[in-house]
């Protein structure tokens, strides 16, 4: 579909590119969330999951914010 598409223009590389994104974006939610709420069988009071799904939001929000300042 994005090759057929690609030619049209430049608007419609960046819809191509939000449509693979959120696709992605929706896979991945949908296979981690559930994970992260499953119920664990030690007794830790603090679960470290939710933790670090926020940290891997937070360096992959920085790799686009620095990648869009270096890459032009």
């Known amino acids: ?24 974006l929706y896979i991945a939610s949908s296979d981690i969330i559930p994970t992260i709420h499953e119920e664990t069988r030690d007794d830790n009071l603090l679960d470290i999951r939710p933790f670090l799904l926020l940290v891997g939001a937070v360096v992959v929000g920085l790799a686009i914010i620095i990648a869009k300042h270096f890459g032009g």
């Open 1 to 24: 579909m994005a090759f057929n598409l690609g030619g049209l223009g430049d608007l419609t590389d960046w819809c191509v590119v939000g449509l693979s994104a959120g696709f992605m």
